[in-house]
């Protein structure tokens, strides 16, 4: 059973960069697909960003693209997630989440296996 352990969130000002990273552990090394899934106040969570088994591709909302990087590292069983040019409604607990069966991105996160118990990150303006 594959278990997983966000860390990196925080407060930061409107503009900055944060680094979340998700780290993995369990009996079976298992590299498939990775995504990162938010959660702000009285919204549901939604999804950020996916990556493939071994991140030769990504998958990106529309609010995020082109502002955060996912990336991971099988070797050290871990998904990043590089957050720049932060915006107050970037505002959510986020959550790690991975698959047990897929190797391609995906953004429904009725199709992942493993969550993390989340991490806050809070931007101020």
């Known amino acids: 059973q594959m278990q997983l352990a966000e860390s990196g969130g925080g407060s930061v000002q409107a503009g900055g960069s944060l680094r979340l990273s998700c780290a993995a552990s369990?009996?079976?090394?298992?590299?498939?697909?990775k995504g990162w899934f938010r959660q702000a106040p009285g919204k549901e969570r939604e999804f950020v960003a996916s990556?493939?088994?071994?991140?030769?591709?990504?998958l990106y909302a529309d609010s995020v693209k082109g502002r955060f990087i996912i990336s991971r590292d099988n070797a050290k069983n871990t998904v990043y997630l590089q957050m720049n040019s932060l915006k107050s409604e970037d505002t959510a607990v986020y959550y790690c989440?991975?698959?047990?069966?897929?190797?391609?991105?995906?953004?429904?996160?009725?199709?992942?296996?493993?969550w993390g118990q989340g991490t806050q990150v809070t931007v101020s303006s």
């Open positions: 369990g009996r079976t090394f298992s590299p498939y697909a």
């Open positions: 990556i493939n088994w071994n991140g030769d591709s990504t």
């Open positions: 989440a991975a698959s047990n069966r897929l190797l391609r991105t995906e953004r429904n996160e009725k199709n992942y296996d493993y």
